[in-house]
């Protein structure tokens, strides 16, 4: 509210400037005229300082008190980017010291989002790295040829790709130990083969 009020203060600055700037303009007119000529009713606003031409959409100056305000919620002090939203920090940043690096990179590279459904990574997510082109059908083990998925696109993605069986035949031929990440008490769960 602060903020609103203080808008409205500079606002009616600008109106006092605007009047003053008109009056000067056309010394031989008097108020009334100056103000027909400058400010008009837009929209359900009066005194909105426009453009007055026939057949053209004004062009209005915008007041500050029209401008929505927007808060910032500050990083508290004792918390750390690392703390809490480690999917967000990890899309943004490319890397977490919590998140391998493979995760993470696929995280920035999809803007957090799963490439399956389209959908935001939420922080309790399972999230599992899948072979975009199958290794069954000639598809390499290299960076781009990896996406992100959350487990249940991944078991919706695999079971019509084409790979053999299960989602451990397409992460890799044999089968390899599983990595995990898990911290549940902060509600983030991460595991990926
Ligand atoms: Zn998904």
Redesign the pocket.
Known sequence: MVSKVAYSDIDDLTYQKLRAWAKRRHPKKNGEWVSKRYWQSIGGDNWVFATRKEGLTPLRLINHANTPIVRHVKVKGESSPYDGNLVYWSSRMGKNPEMPTRVALLLKRQKGK?T????FFRENDVMEVDHTIPKSKGGKDEYKNLQL??R??HDTKTANDGSPGTKSGCNSAEPKPTRKLEKVADKWVMRYA
């Open positions: 799963c399956h459904c389209g959908l998925l959350h249940h696109c």
